[in-house]
Nanobody, 119 residues
Framework: QVQLAESGGGLVQTGDSLRLACEVS????????MAWFRQAPGKEREFVAS????????WYAKSVQGRFAISKDNAKNILYLQMNSLKPEDAADYYC????????????WGQGTQVTVSS
């Protein structure tokens, strides 16, 4: 069983920064990619950013490109999302997910952490 636990959410003001973390534990795939998604009230879950197993590759949604940075610490099995210049439209529940490098589907998800951005 795989467990993903997000932390770091909270209430911030427009323009502030926040760093989310996702600790991964349990029987994970031997090699896996990691990602952040978010879901705002009344909206579908959307991709935010992902990082390859090696860490060499990162991908971002256009809406966060240049403001957010995804990174990970393989030794600690922790995924991070540094969020800068936050906007009210960034407010959402943020979820981390992992998938085996042999899989197209994000098969393992955390419970989410809430980010609120006041204007």
């Amino acid at each position: 069983q795989v467990q993903l636990a997000e932390s770091g959410g909270g209430l911030v003001q427009t323009g502030d920064s926040l760093r989310l973390a996702c600790e991964v534990s349990g029987r994970t795939p031997s090699r896996y990619g990691m990602a952040w998604f978010r879901q705002a009230p009344g909206k579908e879950r959307e991709f935010v950013a992902s990082i390859s197993w090696t860490g060499d590759g990162t991908w971002y949604a256009k809406s966060v490109q240049g403001r957010f940075a995804i990174s990970k610490d393989n030794a600690k099995n922790i995924l991070y999302l540094q969020m800068n210049s936050l906007k009210p439209e960034d407010a959402a529940d943020y979820y981390c997910a992992i998938r085996s490098i042999d899989d197209d589907n994000w098969g393992f998800w955390g419970q989410g952490t809430q980010v609120t951005v006041s204007s």
